[in-house]
């Protein structure tokens, strides 16, 4: 599902950085793959790597097949949108939309039917066991709960791969492990690829296989 082949990304400054260097790694359709490693080793560069947020300084990435160094600027947005759904620590829900418009927001990008947005997006609150705050805004949710509409918007289009960077980083123990438990049971669901970025060792304990960077380098390749 995802093949990174000797991939550098640099960024240019005052001085040179050089956050990740000679990444070559495979991740398979359906793998939950936790991403660990000190703050600053690469971690989130490689998750928008994969994301198509940002391109390579060198390598080549592929998704689902399709290498993405090559594409234009809107065929790197279709492929991101049909392909990507991101799952961030701090929600980024907006704050004038209700739960089941949050959800909905990237269905009305795509030109679906208002009732067909409505369906949908009430389908996948209800899949997440908020069926009962359709209607609340963000403010009105706990942290809990405003990353679970945030995992329902990630869901909306049906995407094969789930980014994940530090999704239970803002939320306490108990609240952090009711998501990951939900993040395992969709996952058994919908069979999406996840690769998840934390520094929570219980979210990395729960994955499949562990990849571990250290200054910009993948030291550690580990199934569990």
């Known amino acids: ?125 209800d899949l997440v066991g908020l069926n009962h705050r359709l209607q609340h805004l963000p403010d009105e949710l706990s942290g809990g709960e405003r990353q679970r509409v945030a995992i329902a918007r990630a869901l909306a289009c049906n995407p094969p791969i789930l980014l994940a960077d530090e999704p239970t980083g803002n939320l306490d123990s108990h609240t952090g492990a009711e998501i990951l438990t939900l993040l395992g049971d969709l996952q058994l669901k919908l069979g999406s690829t996840v690769l998840v970025v934390t520094h929570d060792n219980e979210v990395a304990r729960s994955a499949q296989r562990r990849l571990s960077l250290r200054d910009a380098h993948l030291v550690e390749d580990v199934r569990q």
């Open 1 to 125: 599902m995802i093949h990174l082949e000797n991939v550098t990304k640099q960024f240019d400054g005052a001085r040179k950085v050089t956050a990740l260097e000679g990444i070559t790694l495979r991740v398979d359709r359906g793998e939950v793959v936790a991403i660990v490693g000190p703050s600053g080793s690469g971690k989130s560069t490689l998750l928008n790597l994969v994301g198509m947020l940002d391109r390579p300084t060198s390598g080549s990435i592929r998704v689902d097949d399709r290498e993405i160094g090559s594409l234009g600027d809107g065929d790197l947005t279709r492929l991101r949108r049909d392909k990507i759904g991101f799952i961030f620590q701090f929600f980024n829900l907006l704050p004038s939309l209700s739960s089941v418009e949050n959800v909905g927001l990237p269905l009305h990008l795509r030109g679906w039917t208002a009732q067909k947005v409505k369906q949908r997006a009430q389908e996948l609150l």
